[in-house]
Nanobody, 114 residues
Framework: QVQLVESGGGLVQAGGSLRLSCAAS????????MGWYRQAPGEQRELVAS???????NYADSAKGRFTISRDNAKNTVWLQMNNLKPEEASIYYC????????WGQGTQVTVSS
């Protein structure tokens, strides 16, 4: 079955960096665009960044210049490098298969202290 497993979250000070990973299984990974989303308590889930199967990227305005999404189709993995994190970006971060089904991982918690 389809599985998405996120990792790499944690506690970081404002201005710090984290690299999130999402390992996918049960799908032909290279055939799908992938996205990273986040959801803070009481808020709607929002797109942070996405990457097409060909490697083209798209970012939320708030992420541009600080976050980088990348993928390795041989490893069935997509990453989100987050630099200069802000306290308001503390959320659970999820990866998602774009435009196919409704599969989500369990998420990884990112906490940013001020």
């Amino acid at each position: 079955q389809v599985q998405l497993v996120e990792s790499g979250g944690g506690l970081v000070q404002a201005g710090g960096s984290l690299r999130l990973s999402c390992a996918a299984s049960g799908i032909l990974f290279r055939a799908y665009a992938m996205g990273w989303y986040r959801q803070a308590p009481g808020e709607q889930r929002e797109l942070v960044a996405s990457i097409t199967r060909g490697g083209s990227t798209n970012y939320a305005d708030s992420a541009k210049g600080r976050f980088t999404i990348s993928r390795d189709n041989a490893k069935n993995t997509v990453w989100l490098q987050m630099n200069n994190l802000k306290p308001e970006e503390a959320s659970i971060y999820y990866c998602h298969i774009e435009n196919w089904g409704d599969y989500w991982g369990q998420g990884t918690q990112v906490t940013v202290s001020s």
